[in-house]
């Protein structure tokens, strides 16, 4: 079974800096990795998606992410935080499922609070 | 081009009656999967459904849960006999047909709607 682990459930950047999230994944097979975002009282939004070829993944909003098989990672980076960032942030991995469809197993997820 | 839509947004219900969220796809995708998120947890799996199937619904507890995906409408997750600790948010989600399978499987990322927050009192 794939499972993700995002280390830290809270996190606070201040405007302006690095903000950096971190996931660990669990997987037997190549893993397919993504990052949503989730602002309160909305659905998630994607953020970006690792499937194959280039390792360091860019998406929305400034946002990128870098696969690392030696380390089993996928962390999410933004160089300069802005308060809009401010959300909750969760990685996942996908698998296949029967039928054609693909199941997302979702980390514990980590919320990111942007200060002035 | 509308998104995934779901309805209601909030739904209060008693302990004991019937709960039931609509879900309906983006135009175009035929896979609805729909995922729980209790409080200061990340989504968990449910269930999978196409066009008049469910095809995985391994994350559904056994009882008091059914969903369905008619041929015409919207997909209906139904909750029977509600208890507090069902109160949460549940997410719908859609994706397209894949045109590939195996290796050449497309892992899309899905397209969620905005929930339905159901609390029981």
């Known amino acids: 079974a794939q499972s993700v682990t995002q280390l830290g459930s809270h996190v606070s950047v201040s405007e302006g800096a690095l903000v950096l999230l971190r996931c660990n994944y669990s997987s037997s097979v190549p893993p397919y990795l993504f990052w949503y975002v989730q602002y309160p009282n909305q659905g998630l939004q994607l953020l970006l998606k690792?499937?194959?070829?280039?390792?360091l993944v860019k998406g929305i909003n400034g946002f990128e992410a870098e696969f690392k098989k030696s380390e089993t990672s996928f962390h999410l980076t933004k160089p300069s935080a802005h308060m809009s960032d401010a959300a909750e942030y969760f990685c996942a991995v996908s698998e296949l499922v029967t039928g054609g469809g693909n199941k997302l197993t979702f980390g514990t997820g980590t919320q990111l609070k942007v200060e002035l | 081009n509308a998104g995934v839509m779901q309805n209601p947004r909030h739904l209060v219900r008693r302990r004991g009656q019937e709960a039931r969220l609509r879900c309906s796809p983006m135009k175009g995708h035929s896979h609805v999967y729909w995922y729980r998120q209790l409080p200061e947890e990340g989504l968990k799996f449910m269930v999978y459904l196409q066009k008049e199937n469910i095809i995985d619904e391994s994350g559904m507890p056994k009882e008091r849960f059914s969903a369905e995906f008619p041929k015409e409408g919207p997909s209906i997750l139904r909750i029977q006999q509600v208890v507090r600790g069902d109160s949460a948010a549940y997410f719908c989600?859609?994706?397209?047909?894949?045109?590939?399978?195996?290796?050449?499987?497309?892992?899309?990322?899905?397209?969620f709607g905005s929930g339905t927050r159901l609390t029981v009192v």
């Open positions: 989600a859609s994706s397209p047909l894949n045109p590939g399978t195996g290796a050449l499987f497309i892992h899309y990322g899905y397209t």
């Open positions: 690792y499937t194959t070829g280039a390792t």
